[in-house]
T-cell receptor, first 114, second 115 residues
């Protein structure tokens, strides 16, 4: 049973295209995240949703638009892809409430823009 | 706001030797602290966490970390490493009342275990 699953695992596309990455968790968590990991392995938060509500929106170009149809799903749509968007995108989830239990991460989507 | 500094970008170590990965953080509020491991081409996996209580935290795979509030540090240790410990290790901090339980990650430390 995959706890946090991302699709696709690899995505190669040309500049200017629009693409989506999907994430689903079956852990019953109520908070989900998108992180971007660059070529130097640096992880930067992009967005977070809690029960379908956007609660974290870091400085990210408007070309990136998250959508959460329900608390188990968080998708990321990217318009007009640029070379600098090449990275590994990780979805993660956790449960809010008392304490902070740490995230469960998906295995990542490696996006290559050519 | 929080920040995390991992003082070593790479740590080469021989098999069965001990290893210590250093992590310092800054925060204006009380924090939770985490260590994650990322094996090649995989997602991040939680090694251990400090929420409160005892400052010495034991995690999976024989790792432990010590929270030092006065030095704002959370160093990770393992007394004897295996080849399979070769991976990238990330320290992360979250504010106790941070909106959205946001975690801020350090830049990572690559551990290369040599036979």
């Amino acid at each position: 049973d995959t706890a946090v699953s991302q699709t696709p695992k690899y995505l190669v596309t040309q500049m200017g295209n629009d693409k989506s990455i999907k994430c689903e968790q079956n852990l019953g968590h109520d908070t989900m995240y998108w992180y971007k990991q660059d070529s130097k392995k640096f992880l930067k938060i992009m967005f977070s949703y809690n029960n379908k509500e956007l609660i974290i929106n870091e400085t990210v170009p408007n070309r990136f638009s998250p959508k959460s149809p329900d608390k188990a799903h968080l998708n990321l749509h990217i318009n007009s892809l640029e070379l600098g968007d090449s990275a590994v995108y990780f979805c993660a989830s956790t449960t809010s409430g008392q304490g902070l239990y740490g995230y469960t991460f998906g295995s990542g989507t490696r996006l290559t823009v050519v | 706001a929080q920040s995390v500094t991992q003082l070593d970008s790479q740590v080469p170590v021989f098999e069965e030797a001990p290893v210590e990965l250093r992590c310092n953080y800054s925060s204006s509020v009380s924090v939770y602290l985490f260590w994650y491991v990322q094996y090649p081409n995989q997602g991040l996996q939680l090694l251990l966490k400090y929420l409160s209580g005892s400052t010495l935290v034991k995690g999976i795979n024989g790792f432990e970390a010590e929270f030092n509030k006065s030095q704002t540090s959370f160093h990770l240790r393992k007394p004897s490493v295996h080849i399979s410990d070769t991976a990238e290790y990330f320290c992360a901090v979250g504010g106790v009342k941070a909106a959205g339980n946001k975690l801020t990650f350090g830049g990572g430390t690559r551990v290369l275990v040599k036979p």
